[in-house]
């Protein structure tokens, strides 16, 4: 069972450089041809001050660690034991090629279901911008199976 | 598309749906690259079946990703001010997703004309692997 004491454990801000490169190779993955995510002309022309990083981006900034399920593990859950149940974003301002990301989460929910079977984590993650603007808040709920 | 606003849109309006290509190891690999998900669940299938897996799948995220495309086709991602999915079933190797999405809500908050949508992934067989939300601001 994952210790409630973890409710309201807060994550090591982490800072990550959004690059271009990375930002068309994640379009190129993802399918998208849209020149706006690829074309820095395009973007710009479109309103953005660089290639601008699509809407679930930010969960691949929050990876960009040496170990980005080290806070997990330090809670005592098993790595072969998570799923991603779900995962939400809200979107307050662009992130763009240029950006510099800060993360950081917060553990806002740890609860069962089927008798303790199931066991949720709900992770909120804020990301300012280098502006010390909030242009992001997403959240992460994991599903251990027990 | 210069007649998509608030006033012409209605519940239950279907926005542009697509279908992606039959999903293979080169998808997943590429993914799991660009989006620094390194989980060789995904990549490796030595790894995969280890532990128990016929096979490696797709990473959640990739589909959430595609979902994320149906948006943005539709309205310039600045309209864009929440998305959210729940991960249903796994998505398979050679699984083609149709992304779709309907008018779910017409609201105003904020000052802002606000469109809910129910948006779905699901594959070849209709079983859907990501069901979810998004709130789009419109004029």
């Given at each position: 069972m994952i210790d409630r004491k973890h409710i309201g454990r807060t994550s090591k801000p982490h800072t990550v450089e959004v690059e271009k490169g990375r930002l068309r190779f994640f379009a190129k993955a993802i399918g998208e041809?849209?020149?706006?995510?690829?074309?820095e002309e395009a973007a710009k022309a479109a309103g953005y001050r660089s290639l601008p990083a699509p809407p679930t981006f930010l969960f691949s900034i929050d990876l960009?660690?040496?170990?980005?399920?080290a806070d997990i593990e330090d809670m005592g859950?098993?790595?072969?034991?998570?799923?991603?149940?779900e995962q939400a974003f809200t979107y307050h301002a662009p992130i763009c090629a240029g950006d510099s990301i800060t993360l950081q989460s917060e553990v806002v929910e740890i609860f069962d279901k089927k008798g303790g079977a199931l066991e949720f984590l709900v992770q909120n993650y804020q990301a300012k911008n280098q502006n010390d603007e909030l242009v992001a808040e997403m959240r992460r709920t994991l599903v251990v199976r027990n | 598309m210069s007649e998509l606003n608030y006033d012409s849109l209605q519940v239950g309006d279907e926005i542009p749906s697509f279908t992606t290509p039959s999903i293979n190891r080169t998808t997943l690999a590429l993914f799991a690259g660009a989006s620094g998900?390194?989980?060789?669940?995904?990549?490796?299938i030595d790894f995969a079946k280890k532990f128990g897996m016929d096979d490696v799948f797709a990473q959640g995220m990739l589909s959430m990703a595609y979902l994320g495309r149906l948006l943005t086709n539709w309205v310039p991602?600045?309209?864009?001010?929440q998305y959210g999915v729940r991960f249903g079933s796994i998505t398979n190797l050679r699984d083609k997703i149709t992304c779709s999405g309907k008018v779910a809500e017409k609201y105003e908050e904020g000052g802002e004309k606000l469109i809910k949508l129910e948006v779905t992934a699901a594959n070849q067989d209709g079983d859907v692997k990501l069901s979810g939300q998004a709130v789009i601001a419109l004029s």
């Open positions: 041809t849209n020149p706006v995510y690829l074309d960009e660690q040496d170990n980005p399920f859950i098993n790595l072969g034991k998570i799923l991603h149940a | 998900d390194h989980n060789p669940m995904h990549i490796d991602q600045s309209a864009l001010r």
